[in-house]
């Protein structure tokens, strides 16, 4: 009866371990099953050289000749003419933009160049038609100032002086 209950108690222990062992290897095989498998890698690392070449307007071609230069598989690739051809397309719309952007950056330095221009030749006109006005205002108190000579003074600025019903 000893001997049975002792075999009992260890084939106890052994479900247990057992029962254990299985559930560590079920999480085993769920963390597996959320990790990505190498094609998935593999297209994350493309995406990644695809994002590092838009930002950096590098060619993706330069690396996949250096890859087969060092012994890469080319089975190993995973991508399709899709996405090779998304892939020039990022790379054709990332020049565009940024020549765009640099000929944007250049017609603001034009413009601003321009500004700068039309700022000094308002300045130099401004300045001119001061000093115009000012030969105008010149120019008019001369003129009534010549009219006050030819005429007879008049005292405090009323009439002219008249002797009788004759101006003098």
Do not use: C
Not at 75 to 82: I, K
Not at 103 to 132: F, G, P, Y
Not at 133 to 140: G, H, I, K, S, T
């Amino acid at each position: 009866d000893e001997a049975h209950s002792m075999w009992e108690s260890r084939v106890e222990g052994l479900k247990a371990t057992l029962s254990a062992t299985e559930a560590h290897a079920q999480a085993l095989d769920q963390e597996l099953g959320m990790r990505p498998t190498a094609a998935q890698v593999e297209d994350l690392r493309h995406q990644i050289r695809l994002l590092q070449a838009v930002r950096y307007n590098t060619s993706l071609e330069a690396e996949d000749d250096d890859k087969m230069q060092n012994g890469a598989k080319a089975d190993g690739d995973v991508r399709t003419g899709a996405a090779s051809s998304l892939d020039s397309a990022l790379l054709a719309k990332n020049r565009h933009l940024e020549h765009e952007l640099t000929m944007a950056r250049l017609k603001t330095v034009d413009m601003s160049n321009e500004l700068d221009t039309a700022l000094t030749r308002i300045s130099d006109l401004e300045e001119a038609a001061a000093k115009q006005q000012a030969l105008v205002d010149r120019l008019e108190e001369d003129l009534l100032a010549s009219r006050g000579a030819f005429q007879a003074p008049t005292g405090s600025g009323g009439p002219p002086a008249t002797l009788g019903d004759e101006p003098l």
